[in-house]
């Protein structure tokens, strides 16, 4: 099936510094989206990407859908301790149906 | 933003018992709604998806006659695992969508089998 590469696997930074991760795939998406999850808890939207090339921000985070479609970024900037947690790529195939990447486990030292 | 409320948040049951796990959209009228899977440290993989009023559509490797799903209306969807064996404990999550939103989640059912 389409499966999307996620890197890194985890990041231990120190509060206040930027963090980038990225997914990759050899399938193109039209959509391509990031979620937040905390332990025993569902996934939470943090940013939805629907046109190749774009950008989008919210607050400190930063998004791109790669102008291929096969790939897309988040960044983090001025990390702080409530930052932690995995984040996960997904990508929307066929029937609205999403593709997880494997997460990228966050640690952020205070 | 879109709520999506699943109930309950835990279940421990013994072997050979049938669970039914509610997802319910409490903000928005859900046309889709999709049941996940997630085993510890692991990505989310998804099982099924569901249309209101239409039979489920189940992933490959996934038993329909295990994992039922119901989507009477287009704010609730429901799973039963039939007859739970402790290799069925897992994380299970819910996400609906509306109008070809971007899906949102709850907060998911641990369900543990002795």
């Known amino acids: 099936g389409q499966q999307l590469n996620q890197s890194p696997q985890s990041m231990f930074i120190q509060e206040g510094e930027d963090v980038s991760m990225n997914c990759t795939s050899s399938?193109?998406?039209?959509?391509w989206l990031w979620y937040k999850q905390d332990p025993g808890e569902g996934p939470v939207l943090l940013i939805a990407?629907?046109?190749?090339?774009e950008l989008t921000s919210n607050g400190r985070l930063t998004a791109q859908f790669g102008i291929t479609r096969k790939d897309s970024f988040l960044n983090i900037s001025a990390s702080i301790p409530s930052d932690v947690g995995i984040y996960f790529c997904a990508a929307e195939t066929s029937g609205s149906r999403l593709t997880f990447g494997e997460g990228t486990q966050l640690t952020v030292n205070p | 933003g879109a709520v999506v409320s699943q109930h309950p948040s835990r279940v421990i049951c013994k072997s050979g018992t049938s669970v039914k796990i509610e997802c319910r959209s409490l903000?928005?009228?859900?046309?889709?709604m999709f049941w996940y899977r997630q085993f510890p440290k692991q990505s989310l993989m998804l099982m099924a998806t569901s249309n209101e009023g239409s039979k489920a559509t189940y992933e490959q490797g996934v038993e329909k006659d295990k994992f039922l799903i119901n989507h009477a209306s287009l704010t609730l969807s429901t799973l039963t695992v039939t007859s739970a064996h402790p290799e069925d404990s897992s994380f299970y999550i819910c996400s609906a969508s509306g109008g070809g939103t971007a899906q949102h989640f709850g907060d998911g059912t641990r369900l543990s089998i002795l």
């Open positions: 399938s193109i998406f039209n959509t």
């Open positions: 990407l629907y046109k190749a090339g």
């Open positions: 903000d928005f009228q859900a046309t889709t």
